[in-house]
């Protein structure tokens, strides 16, 4: 069953007119990672990840990110069109975020834009904003897109969507 798109509101952008396939795009925000009052990142030289019904990923150039807080993961996984996931725990103080965030050091040539950059789940941390609104989690256990107020969903990842 396909979902029946919400109607944009004035400054929003609908994510049912996402392409699919994805693609990947440079963006000026200002992204914020925050987690038990450690500056995890800031950037405003992110990559973002457009897909039909998905909220935005954000990935993050390395070298805007706080050095020595990210130990690679033994987890991988496989996306059709970007190639490849690692994934990256976050320790910050004596707490591990396992499997946290996730990049392609080797995507495909359509994804290059994303090489080594690293994308974070909302969920487990305490703050993270897209120029300076705090972000929503994509709904599910799997998807990593980040919610703001100028985007129209439904968002894949509810109950019922796995068909979407």
Avoid: N
């Avoid at 944009?8 to 000026?28: L, M, N, T």
């Avoid at 009052?37 to 993050?60: C, F, I, Q």
């Avoid at 994934?87 to 707490?95: A, C, K, N, P």
């Avoid at 994303?114 to 904003?129: E, V």
């Amino acid at each position: 069953m396909r979902p029946r798109p919400d109607t944009p509101s004035p400054g929003q952008e609908s994510v049912w007119r996402y392409p699919r396939p994805a693609i990947a795009e440079s963006s000026d925000r200002r992204i914020r990672i925050e987690h038990r009052g450690v500056l995890v990142a800031d950037t405003g030289k992110a990559v973002r990840t457009l897909e039909t019904s998905h909220p935005p990923s954000w990935y993050l150039p390395p070298a805007d990110l706080t050095p020595g807080l990210l130990r690679r993961s033994d987890r991988r996984s496989f996306c059709e069109w970007k190639g490849e996931a690692v994934y990256w725990h976050l320790v910050v103080g004596g707490e591990v975020l396992r499997d946290v965030a996730w990049s392609y050091p080797e995507p495909t040539p359509a994804f290059a834009i994303l090489r080594d950059h690293i994308a974070f789940y909302a969920g487990p941390l305490d703050r993270c904003t897209v120029d300076g609104e705090p972000v929503v989690a994509q709904p599910g256990g799997f998807y990593g897109g980040w919610i703001t107020a100028d985007l129209a969903g439904p968002f894949k990842g509810v109950p019922g969507s796995m068909g979407w």
